[in-house]
């Protein structure tokens, strides 16, 4: 298995442009997350993804859009960059509560680096 | 609602010195905790979880980590420190919103080893 992939690794892109950042798992899980890691702030949820079809908004999702057509594939949409969308974002993936867990392990993947200038 | 306190954004060790780092949650209900380690340039990798089985927890790479309830506490130690220790690491807790269990990071603790 892969895990989760990420693509691009870095990026920099101009105020005002927009971009997609790309998020991949193979391991058939169904809850899917987009975080934004700043130095001293730990990482904070912007959107996440409950199955293919499902999105919900997490603590900081202005600026962002997402959907979630396949179980696999998770993209995260700046639609128009801004200096304060400079971060590191990570995906993750994990499984969801079928069995009567309450929480299952999250799977990282290695991150975007994104500038915006 | 659910926070995690990390105390120290910086912690420096010698080789072979006690590793502590310190956790502090707050959750009106029985909290998931866990430990999350990132080495330069990588991703988030699980080091251990708490999930309301033994209050004692042990996790990679020699880590262990004991849940205290009546100090809301959940510190991470390690007897030795080994020069490939050096990370940041973080402290987080779960957190029920809308039936998904989203988890909430502390600010991180930058592990720094010196021989």
């Known amino acids: 298995n892969a895990g989760v992939t990420q693509t691009p690794k870095f990026q920099v892109l101009k105020t005002g442009q927009s971009m997609t950042l790309q998020c991949a798992q193979d391991?058939?899980?169904?809850?899917m997350s987009w975080y934004r890691q700043d130095p001293g702030m730990g990482l904070r949820l912007i959107h996440y993804?409950?199955?293919?079809?499902?999105?919900d908004q997490g603590e900081v999702p202005n600026g962002y859009n997402v959907s979630r057509s396949t179980t696999e594939d998770f993209p995260l949409r700046l639609l128009s960059a801004a200096p304060s969308q400079t971060s590191v974002y990570f995906c993750?993936?994990?499984?969801?509560?079928?069995?009567?867990?309450?929480?299952?392990?999250?799977?990282f993947g290695p991150g975007t680096r994104l500038t915006v200038l | 609602a659910q926070s995690v306190t990390q105390l120290g954004s910086h912690v420096s060790v010698s080789e072979g010195a006690l590793v502590l780092l310190r956790c502090n949650y707050s959750?009106?209900?029985?909290?998931?905790l866990f430990w999350y380690v990132q080495y330069p340039n990588q991703g988030l990798q699980l080091l251990l979880k708490?999930?309301?089985?033994?209050?004692l927890v042990k996790g990679i790479n020699g880590f262990e980590a004991e849940f205290k309830k009546s100090e809301t506490s959940f510190h991470l130690t390690k007897p030795s420190a080994h020069m490939s220790d050096a990370a940041e690491y973080f402290c987080?807790?779960?957190?029920?919103?809308?039936?998904?269990?989203?988890?909430?990071f502390g600010a991180g603790t930058r592990l720094a080893v010196h021989p």
């Open positions: 993750a993936s994990r499984r969801g509560l079928a069995g009567g867990s309450s929480y299952n392990e999250q799977f």
């Open positions: 391991m058939n899980h169904e809850y």
């Open positions: 993804s409950v199955g293919a079809g499902i999105t």
């Open positions: 959750s009106s209900v029985p909290p998931y």
């Open positions: 708490y999930t309301s089985a033994a209050t």
């Open positions: 987080a807790v779960t957190a029920i919103s809308g039936g998904y269990n989203k988890l909430i």
